[in-house]
Every structure is written in C-alpha cells, then in structure tokens.
C-alpha cells in the first residue's frame, strides 16, 4: 500500500505534507525520515535521553531554518519514542497480547524522557505558529 509522502521530497515540496494525527507518515516523510529514523533510540533511560536529545536538537535546527515539515516530523518521533517506550514499559517484547503485570520502570523512565521532549517540541510557540499556518495553507 502507498503513501501519499511516498517519492515526494517533502523539504522541496512542502505543500505536499499533510499533519495527519499524532505519528502518522513518519515512516513515510523524506529526507526526515532519513535524518530521524538513525537517531531513534528507546532501549532504556540513558539511551532514551541520547535519542531524544539529539531528535531534539534537529527539530530546533529545522525551527532555525523556518521548516515546520522538519519540525513536525521530529515531534511526531519524539511522541513516537514515548509512545513505544511505554509499549515496551507494559507488555513484554512490546507485545500487545502479553501485559506486564507491574510496567519495567527502566522502560517507563524511557518513556518520560521521550515525553519531556515531545511536549517541548508540541508546545513551541513558532512550531504552532507554523502548524497554523501550514494548515491555513495547505490544508
């Protein structure tokens, strides 16, 4: 199945980019992807805050350069680590079907690390500026 990002450069085209909800088409959003995806990391803690710090590094080197794609991109990775962290914190091998009956707090420590970051990114005041009008413009 395709994607509509699929074959599209979204840093030249990016009129092309639709926000969709929380992290859909990150898999899918080039060159970010390419710059993101490398530096995602959730094992645990430390790894976690290595990760997470670096993707957040790259979002304020896209906000610098006046690229919300960039910027939405990384959030969408930041709330992605957060968001797998915590998969991983409840069920074992991140496995839906097998529940932890307490979550591994290594794993949880992860997922807050990621969260801190994300909520950063998803509450920066030119990212929503940005998002606005990213939306008024392309929809």
Known sequence: MSHPHDGVDLRENPEEYRIGRGEQGVFHAEPYKGELLPLWRFKDEETARESSEAIYRKFLEYRSAGDFVGMDVARKYLQMGYTRSQRYAR???GNKRRPRE?????KSRAAE???EKW????EDEEYLRL???HRRRNG
Do not use: C, L, N
């Open 91 to 93: 069920h074992e091998g």
């Open 113 to 115: 690390v990621f969260r």
């Open 102 to 106: 307490t979550p591994d707090p290594e």
């Open 119 to 122: 909520r950063a990114a998803a």
């Open 131 to 133: 998002k606005e009008e």
